[in-house]
């Protein structure tokens, strides 16, 4: 038996709650995992809360698309994947069914990638979803190239802060976006280039302080809401602006700024395909390697705080960084 975190029916987090069970077995082309660290996503809280973007399977429905431990069975037909390999989850969509809250899960061969050597549980959970998002946003979908400025907003997320480092590390020119000026020395910190404070800033006159007076080349924005039309018009002519989340979650008005490329951006679109994946694994692991690439824990709790760990997810309150669980 083994320790699984399911929830009944959408709302609060105290709809969460653990059960034991039967631990699964792995089928053909399908590897078990002992799970050692989650990471925890928005996307979590939405599918939990009822306002995600797909329903979900209820009752007894899982959660978690990010994870880390060791593969401790193997199906048949599974190469290159053995007993003892310590891996990454990649994509989960069916995450409701084989979500990683728990103490194993079953997944597709195809959806773990080796663990990088040298990452602890803890760090390897923060990885692959903030990283692959920023990898998958700025350089598969908006083609980004060294010398872009890059206008980043909701930089202090965990998603925020891998796009910055990965902007750093092919040379483009990474502007962070932050509701707030206190977190500037920070961001700074992080690798951005400039750092742009709305409490303090005006968003459109920094931009071009920054970037020269034809705007960022490309606006990766994790915010959308009200702002989308401002934030629109900091673009260059012929600019690109990926629209990758949904931290405020007001409606957006459609922007008037043209000639501009938009893309609503979800990373399974690249996750779900393992040609793109061996492209972000590399990229990942090159900048680990050099040390470009710097994955950040905010708090690690235990499974059995899962409920708590929703509500300070909730509360906003985190500093940069993932929040993980430890199993
Ligand atoms: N497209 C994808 O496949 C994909 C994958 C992963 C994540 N995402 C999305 O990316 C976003 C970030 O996710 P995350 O888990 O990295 O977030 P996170 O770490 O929880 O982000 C927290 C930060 O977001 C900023 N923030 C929170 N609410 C905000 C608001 N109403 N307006 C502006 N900024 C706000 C705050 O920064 P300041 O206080 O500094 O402003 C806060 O420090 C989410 O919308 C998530 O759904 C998308």
């Not at 593969?71 to 003892?84: K, R, S, Y």
């Not at 690109?240 to 922007?255: E, N």
């Not at 779900?272 to 990229?283: E, G, H, M, Q, S």
């Not at 500093?319 to 199993?327: C, W």
């Amino acid at each position: 038996m083994a320790r699984v975190v399911v929830f009944d029916e959408t709302g609060a987090p105290d709809v969460l709650h653990i059960v034991d069970e039967p631990v699964g077995e792995p089928a053909a082309g399908e590897v078990r995992i002992k799970i050692e660290a989650i990471g925890i996503n928005r996307l979590d809280e939405l599918l939990r809360a009822g306002t995600g973007p797909r329903p979900v399977r209820l009752p007894h429905a899982r959660l978690g698309c990010e994870g880390t431990g060791i593969i401790d069975a193997v199906g048949a037909d599974v190469e290159g994947l053995g007993v003892g390999d310590a891996v990454i989850v990649t994509a989960l969509p069916t995450m409701d069914i084989n979500g990683t809250y728990a103490e194993y899960t079953v997944v597709p061969a195809n959806a773990v990638i080796p663990r990088p050597t040298g990452l602890d549980a803890a760090t390897a959970a923060a990885l692959w979803v903030s990283y692959s998002t920023a990898y998958g946003a700025l350089i598969e979908k908006a083609r980004m190239r060294p010398g872009d400025h890059v206008l980043i907003t909701g930089a202090s997320s965990s998603a925020g802060l891998a796009a910055i480092q990965v902007a750093r590390q092919i040379g483009a020119i990474p502007l962070a976006v932050t509701r707030h000026s206190a977190k500037k020395a920070a961001l700074s910190e992080a690798g951005a280039g400039a750092v742009i404070a709305t409490d303090e800033d005006d968003l459109l006159k920094a931009v071009q302080q920054q970037a020269g007076p034809a705007g960022a080349d490309i606006i990766l924005d994790f915010v959308m809401g009200p702002g989308l039309a401002e934030l629109a018009e900091a673009a260059a002519f012929n600019g690109t602006l990926v629209s990758a989340g949904y931290l405020d979650s007001r409606p957006a008005p459609f922007p008037m700024k043209a000639p501009l490329t938009m893309y609503r951006y979800m990373s399974f679109e690249h996750t779900l395909d393992p040609t793109v994946v061996r492209r972000i694994a590399a990229f990942l692991t090159a900048g680990l390697r050099t040390g470009a690439l710097r994955p950040a824990v905010d708090r690690v709790f235990p499974l059995d705080d899962i409920v708590a760990v929703h509500r300070y997810m909730e509360q906003g309150q985190q500093r940069p960084g993932k929040i993980v669980v430890s199993v």
